[in-house]
């Protein structure tokens, strides 16, 4: 396949659904080669692995628990062993609960944060080396608006955002040397399958908020913003956090 991603190696955490599955996709359709990672789905990364086989793309489908560092490493060697390296890392995978700070329980926080910013860590530990010796890459995580507005009975969830966007401030400074880029996407209310720790629909906080652009983000749209910062005319970019989320927040 040839597009903008045409021979580069990309890992998307958390591909099995949503909006890690359109990313997936999307890199796939512009020539990327694609590692699929889910926790435990096995279903739901197979057929997104067959989306994009069957599409004409090359694509690889691996389990594993990103908070997990001897997984993530085993994940890693797997796609250098079938791809030869990597060059693009999306940091998507995360857990969302709804619980009122008073009911929350230390174990339940430290679940969210071990997913979103401890696995952020490790997959970057991991990739990083093979990201040098092919002349640099990217790495975008997946932000959220509630860290920049407030939500109530998120603060887990917003605590982990906030840490993964000052995680990728400080990488970007770190490996810039080696020409690796490291961004943030924080999308606002978006059109997906939200299951009911998540909030519904819309997410508690979010659903009375108001959306200057009246309607939510399609996933498409979160993708795109990605692909930017990953692909080739976003390498002057790094260090930043790109808002998708309607004007509902201004930088």
Request: a neutral charge; charged letters at 15%; proline letters at 4%.
């Amino acid at each position: 396949m040839s597009g903008s991603f045409a021979g580069k190696v990309a890992l998307v955490t958390g591909a099995g659904k949503n909006i890690g599955r359109t990313i997936a996709l999307d890199l796939a359709r512009e020539g990327a080669l694609v590692i699929v990672n889910g926790r435990s789905d096995r279903g739901a990364v197979d057929a997104v692995v067959g989306e994009i086989n069957e599409a004409g793309g090359q694509a690889i489908g691996v389990l594993a628990d990103v908070s997990d560092e001897a997984a993530v490493a085993r994940m890693i060697e797997t796609a250098v062993a079938a791809y030869g390296g990597l060059d693009v890392v999306v940091s998507n995978a995360g857990l969302r609960r709804q619980t009122p700070f008073l009911q929350m329980g230390l174990a339940e926080w430290r679940e969210i944060l071990s997913v979103a910013l401890d696995g952020a860590f490790i997959l970057a530990k991991a990739a990083v080396p093979h990201m040098i010796p092919r002349g640099g890459g990217a790495i975008v995580s997946l932000s959220g608006i509630s860290t920049h507005v407030g939500t109530p009975n998120r603060c887990h969830v917003s605590a982990s955002k906030s840490g993964l966007e000052g995680l990728m401030r400080a990488l970007a400074i770190e490996l810039a040397p080696h020409q690796i880029t490291c961004n943030c996407v924080a999308p606002g209310a978006v059109d997906t399958v939200r299951g009911a720790s998540a909030g519904g629909p819309l997410g508690r906080g979010m659903a009375d908020r108001g959306i200057p652009l009246g309607r939510k983000a399609s996933m498409e749209e979160i993708s795109g913003a990605v692909l930017y910062l990953a692909g080739p005319l976003g390498r002057y970019v790094t260090g930043q956090v790109l808002h998708v989320n309607g004007g509902v927040f201004l930088t």
